[in-house]
Nanobody, 121 residues
């Protein structure tokens, strides 16, 4: 059974940092691209960051580039999102997602339950 469990969300002030983690199980982690998405209240879910199966390449949304860093540990089946210089507009539920590494550009079939990040001004 595939499971993605996010943790690390919370309430912070603008300019502070948070680190989100996602623990994966039930599939071959090192054969999957991992990503973070977020959904703010009243808005559609949006892409945040993605990292390839071996950590060799990462991609970021323009709104977070330079502030957020995605990493993975294939030995521990975890993916993390380091978020620095947080802004109120970063407030959202953050979701971890996975797709097979050969499914380039495809949908993510596996999703976590999300963790809430709230940034106060």
């Amino acid at each position: 059974q595939v499971q993605l469990v996010e943790s690390g969300g919370g309430l912070v002030q603008a300019g502070e940092s948070l680190r989100l983690s996602c623990a994966a199980s039930g599939f071959t982690f090192n054969r999957h691209t991992m990503a973070w998405y977020r959904q703010a209240p009243g808005k559609e879910r949006e892409f945040v960051a993605r990292i390839t199966w071996n950590g060799g390449d990462d991609t970021y949304a323009p709104s977070v580039k330079g502030r957020f860093t995605i990493t993975r540990d294939n030995a521990k089946n975890t993916v993390s999102l380091q978020m620095n210089n947080l802004k109120p507009e970063d407030t959202a539920v953050y979701y971890c997602a996975a797709r097979n590494r050969v499914d380039v550009g495809g949908d993510y079939p596996y999703w976590g339950q999300g963790t809430l990040v709230t940034v106060s001004s």
